[in-house]
């Protein structure tokens, strides 16, 4: 969540989602951390109420998972959960 607040502050040490290691490659303040490990990655949003996770890997694309995870999370935001 400090990440959410502070945007940076977990790339000096990644980012750890079910043991595995994930390094921060962006984000955005109160929105969105991405992540990435070997060919596959991850993409945190931040709603009102909830964190939505959407974890890809070969064939999906980082792009692809961001889209989708996003786009999922504004929906989310605009119905006020």
Do not use: W
Not at 31 to 38: E, S, T
């Amino acid at each position: 969540m400090k990440d959410f607040e502070e945007a940076g502050y977990l790339a000096p040490t990644g980012l750890f989602i079910g043991g595995a290691k994930y390094m921060v490659v962006q984000g955005e303040a109160e929105a969105v951390i991405r992540g990435k490990k070997g060919p596959g990655g991850v993409t945190i949003k931040k709603t009102t109420q909830a964190l939505v996770f959407g974890i890809y890997d070969e064939p999906m694309t980082g792009g692809q998972c961001n889209l989708v995870v996003e786009r999922l999370g504004d929906y989310l935001i605009e119905s006020d959960l």
